[in-house]
């Protein structure tokens, strides 16, 4: 939709009715190979009207609640349909930067401010920008107008003041994430979610539905979420741990410590979802009680079968708690009661702080994981998988 431009340093409104839900993109349709590319674009997400009251979702509550996290949803469903229910929701834009449009559009504007403050100018002074935006050759990849690792930055950091959403995403085992992938550059980009495939809700805000029963979503599962300019799609995104063959919450049967005890009974569909105040809510039972590690406490000091690596060739982090396991105390667990979390004395997390596990999302373009050639970088971010007790905070 364009009706009109807005005149130089004017302005213009357009109004429109949104009688569908769901997530759109939008972009200058003036001179967009120049305007796009200088980031006039951006979201439009509509909301269901009459959302849906969710079952699954109210369980999820009970649990934020228990743990005292706060509900981050726009809505209870992401469209007016009892299968477009989520927990969790998460916008990420891709777009791209050639740094050769970039440099030549600063140019020009300091051409023309020196041309203007110059009193003895006797030639009228350009007016406007002569940019060549071809052959198109970005060297900057970014996702909602970051690179890796200034996305995992938080929203409004200081760096960044004007650039309100990271990529950062966050979620605990079994929520349904609504993802909102909006391609806003110029080339199409493969991304990739670690961990699971995503489920199709909808493209453009058309929710794609089996033509022979309308209750039911027909939209495909994907291994790579390839974005397409001007292309925005909704799907859902969620992580159990099923099927690894391995308790993500080091349960033994035999073990004295209380989460080990945690009972893990299976739902219709195998996971333990009958207390949502449980840490191992939504557990996948079926690998319950077989822990990575044989004698997963105290593991470390009783020469276990996992042993952690030298402190000195550990990257310290936030993310890193020092075990393989999710749950409370899985630190302690991992390492014993008096074992040290390496890197001895400088971890960024507490023994009771995060301890997630990290799945790299990014685009599979390896091109576009690096920042004007470096690597790592561009279309790159890690999705943390937080255990229950962690308090998700998205307001950062
Ligand atoms: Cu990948």
């Known amino acids: ?5 807005a005149a130089p340093g004017g302005s213009v409104t357009y109004t429109f009715t949104a009688t569908s839900p769901g997530t759109r993109a939008y972009y200058s349709g003036t001179q967009s190979d120049l305007q796009v590319e200088m980031g006039m674009f951006g979201a439009v997400i509509v909301l269901p009207k009459n959302p849906v009251s969710c079952a699954a979702s109210t369980s999820n509550l009970l649990a934020e609640s228990h743990w ?11 469209y007016d349909h009892a299968s477009s229910c989520y927990d969790r929701e998460y916008l990420f834009q891709f777009s791209e930067m050639d740094l050769r449009i970039h440099n030549q559009a600063d140019e020009q504007i300091q051409a023309i401010k020196a041309c203007n403050s110059a009193a003895s100018s006797s030639t009228a002074c350009p007016t406007q920008l002569n940019v060549i935006t071809e052959p198109y050759s970005p060297a900057y990849f970014m996702v909602n107008g970051r690179s890796m690792p200034d996305d995992m930055d938080p929203n409004y950091a200081a760096e960044y003041p004007h650039q309100p959403y990271n990529g950062n995403p966050h979620m605990h085992p079994g929520e349904l994430v609504l993802l909102r992938i909006i391609g806003q550059g110029r080339w199409q980009h493969p991304f990739h979610e670690h961990g699971n495939h995503v489920r199709i809700l909808a493209r453009d805000g058309n929710l794609i539905l089996s033509q022979s029963d309308p209750t039911k979503l027909a939209g495909p599962l994907l291994f790579t979420t390839t974005t397409t300019p001007g292309v925005a799609m909704d799907g859902i995104f969620y992580w159990t ?3 690894l063959n391995w308790d993500v919450y080091g349960h033994n049967s035999t073990s004295t410590d209380g989460l080990a005890k945690l009972a893990c009974t299976p739902d219709a569909n195998g996971y333990n979802t009958g207390d949502p105040t449980a840490v191992n809510y939504f557990e996948w039972c079926a690998d319950h009680l077989k822990p990575l590690e044989k004698a997963p406490f105290g593991d470390v000091a009783s020469n276990g079968p996992m042993t952690l690596p030298d402190a ?13 396991y999710l749950g ?16 001895a004395g400088t971890i960024g997390n507490s023994p009771s702080g995060e301890a997630g596990f990290a799945f ?15 690597f790592p970088g561009g279309m790159m971010m890690m999705m943390l998988v937080d255990s229950r007790e962690f308090i998700i905070d998205e307001s950062n």
């Open 1 to 5: 939709m364009l009706t009109q431009e």
């Open 68 to 78: 005292g996290e706060t509900d981050w949803r726009l809505s209870s469903s992401a």
């Open 241 to 243: 741990g099923k099927g």
């Open 312 to 324: 000195n060739y550990l990257t310290n982090g936030t993310w890193f708690g020092g075990s393989a």
């Open 328 to 343: 409370g105390d899985a630190t302690t667990r991992a390492v014993g009661a008096t074992g040290t979390t390496p890197p």
């Open 360 to 374: 790299m999302w990014h685009s599979h373009n390896e091109r576009e994981i690096t920042t004007n050639n470096v």
